[in-house]
């Protein structure tokens, strides 16, 4: 793994190709890593092949869905963050993603600001996790962050991570 990048390593799986596409070059725009697949057992490859900090899965898709997905990544990649993205969302699909480890669920719509924000948040968990650290300390390590922008808490967050290596 390249220990000079200091961008978020995030995995997008998603069978909608343009929604894919868009998402990823709006995510890039902002600095992300990004690796697009369209299926669930693509997504298992590629966080095999990369170093994935954040998924961003798709519920409902052909072949392994992302309640599966979400399971199987989160076995192999227990620090990575999973985010559930769907359309077709139900109280009982959020609470059994949540059970299966999911970060958050995330109904589609959405706009961008609320997938940045959850990526943000996410990655902060993860962040934490990872340097066993609590809220209070890492929201005053981040105060210290010269840039309140999502851009820069990202890079703060990578820097400490990057820290504890």
């Known amino acids: 793994m390249n220990m000079e990048n200091k961008n978020i390593n995030l995995l997008i799986v998603d069978d909608e190709e343009a929604f894919l596409e868009s998402i990823k070059k709006s995510l890039e725009l902002r600095d992300f890593n990004v690796t697009a697949v369209n299926r669930g057992e693509k997504a298992l490859e590629?966080?095999?092949?990369?170093?994935?900090?954040?998924?961003?899965?798709?519920?409902?898709?052909?072949?392994?869905?992302?309640?599966?997905?979400?399971?199987?990544?989160?076995?192999?990649?227990?620090?990575?963050?999973?985010?559930i993205l769907t359309g077709h969302g139900t109280i009982d699909s959020a609470a059994e993603c949540t059970r299966k480890g999911a970060y958050s669920y995330l109904q589609k719509p959405?706009?961008?600001?609320?997938?940045?924000?959850?990526?943000?948040?996410?990655y902060k968990k993860r962040v934490?996790?990872?340097?066993?650290?609590?809220?209070?300390?890492?929201?005053?390590?981040?105060?210290?962050?010269?840039?309140?922008?999502?851009r820069g808490i990202l890079k703060k967050l990578k820097e400490m991570e990057r820290a504890f290596y």
């Open 128 to 150: 934490m996790n990872k340097t066993k650290m609590d809220e209070k300390k890492m929201d005053e390590l981040l105060k210290l962050s010269l840039s309140a922008s999502p």
């Open 110 to 122: 959405c706009g961008l600001e609320q997938i940045l924000e959850s990526l943000i948040d996410a």
């Open 46 to 83: 590629a966080a095999r092949q990369h170093s994935i900090d954040i998924a961003l899965v798709d519920l409902k898709m052909p072949g392994l869905d992302g309640e599966e997905t979400l399971k199987r990544l989160k076995e192999e990649h227990p620090w990575m963050e999973v985010i």
